[in-house]
């Protein structure tokens, strides 16, 4: 079973940048499609970005041009970098696979952007 940990959220003013990172405990190549999921309180979970196990990314059109996904499937890490953040980003970022798996949902890392 795999295990993903997210970390890399925290306080950034409005225009900043972080960088997500996932860790995951097996093999996310075999696994496939992985995704950067957001919930912002009172908001249901949206899909932010998504990429294939072969590179083929995808974003919600509120982050493109924007949030950047990688995956490194050697060390089994995904990654979302974050750039001009805006207020409405303010989040709590999860990452699982596409299309999720509920035993794969962790805690995920809570992402604050002050205006």
């Known amino acids: 079973q795999v295990q993903l940990v997210e970390s890399g959220g925290g306080l950034v003013q409005a225009g900043g940048s972080l960088i997500l990172s996932c860790a995951a405990s097996?093999?996310?190549?075999?696994?496939?499609?992985m995704g950067w999921y957001r919930q912002a309180p009172g908001n249901e979970r949206e899909l932010v970005a998504r990429?294939?196990?072969?590179?083929?990314?995808n974003y919600a059109d509120s982050v493109k041009g924007r949030f950047t996904i990688s995956r490194d499937n050697a060390k089994n890490m995904v990654y979302l970098q974050m750039n001009s953040l805006k207020s409405e980003d303010t989040a709590v970022y999860y990452c699982?696979?596409?299309?999720?798996?509920?035993?794969?949902w962790g805690q995920g890392t809570r992402v604050t952007v002050s205006s």
């Open positions: 990429i294939t196990r072969g590179g083929i990314r």
């Open positions: 699982n696979t596409f299309p999720g798996r509920t035993a794969f």
């Open positions: 097996g093999s996310i190549f075999s696994i496939g499609a």
